[in-house]
């Protein structure tokens, strides 16, 4: 056996390994001394993302116990920093000699740009029938069962948010915000609450929670549109936003919650190339609505 490690990158939202996942995995073990499977994971549950990643990995300790060593890796936005941050918790797990690491063509190795050598997984689509069988089993396999079942026979799901365009100096500046992992500008703002009583209490929860204690005045709704949402892509589910307009009255924005970076962008020189993929239709809103103010 060669000295070296193997590393397997899947999702498995499957209620069980079946024979052609057990061959994969054992011609990889054939191949190395170390194996190490990496989970994906997505931040948002959808129909294509119904179990979390740690009731998967109880699936594959139940299999092979201490053989293989099971971690999580989430999905983030953009495909290099995803690959960088999968090199990073594979040096971490301090790797025994060459790494080669084996996933789908379409999902993994067209995406991947780090530093490990690729290899394609054999297996067709036929190979992992869609239907499950709903028979007695034991009682994680059971629980597996259970969410899969009821994630996709739902209707699908809208979820609404919030997003906000906090101005000052006469309309003159406009409040941006960057997420960690991101490298381009989205407006303030995040799902709505069901403990909130409307849209616009909705709208200053996520303002106060990401951009510190503000206070504004004369809060408006100017639009809503979907959402082209990376997390929810190839999904029946989608985000629909509201986006509002307000003034900064008081106090001094500082970044929170999951906001890695604020700060006050001149409106004239703002392009939609200034935002993340998912704000750019936002960005138009805001620009038809400065255009009547005007």
């Known amino acids: 056996m060669m000295y070296s490690t193997g590393i397997i990158l899947g999702r498995f939202q499957v209620l069980e390994l079946n024979d ?13 001394k170390k194996v190490m499977v990496f ?3 997505n931040p948002a549950p959808s129909d294509r993302h119904p179990l979390e990643w740690v009731l998967r990995a109880e699936m594959f300790e139940a299999e092979f116990g201490d053989a293989l060593t099971v971690l999580e890796m989430p999905d983030l936005p953009d495909d290099r920093i995803w690959s960088q941050e999968l090199d990073r918790r594979i040096l971490e797990q301090r790797p025994e000699g060459p790494v080669t690491i084996y996933g789908s063509e379409e999902n993994f190795v067209e995406r991947y740009s780090g530093n490990y ?15 499950m069988p709903m028979a007695e089993v034991e009682r994680m396999r059971d629980f597996r069962a259970g969410i899969l079942y009821a994630t996709i026979r739902r209707y699908p799901t809208v979820y609404p948010t919030v997003d906000i365009a906090v101005f000052r ?3 003159k500046e406009v409040l941006l915000a960057r997420k960690e992992n991101e490298t381009k500008q989205r407006f303030p703002g995040g799902f709505t609450d069901p403990s909130d009583e409307s849209y616009e209490m909705a709208a200053i929860r996520e303002l106060l929670e990401e951009c510190g204690d503000l206070e504004v005045v004369e809060l408006i709704y100017i639009g809503s549109c979907r959402i082209d949402d990376w997390r929810y892509r190839d999904s029946m589910d989608g985000i629909m936003t509201h986006l509002y307009a307000c003034t900064l009255e008081s106090g001094e924005p500082v970044a929170s919650d999951d906001i890695a970076e604020l700060r006050w962008m001149e409106v004239q020189k703002l392009t939609e190339d200034h935002f993340v993929h998912e704000h750019k239709p936002l960005f138009h809103i805001l620009e038809d609505y400065l255009g009547e103010m005007r």
């Open 20 to 32: 052609v996942h057990l061959k994969l995995i054992a011609e990889v073990q054939e191949k190395h």
């Open 39 to 41: 989970l994906a994971s």
């Open 117 to 131: 050598e690729t290899s394609v997984w054999e297996a067709l689509e036929d190979d992992f029938p869609e239907e």
């Open 169 to 171: 100096n006469n309309m």
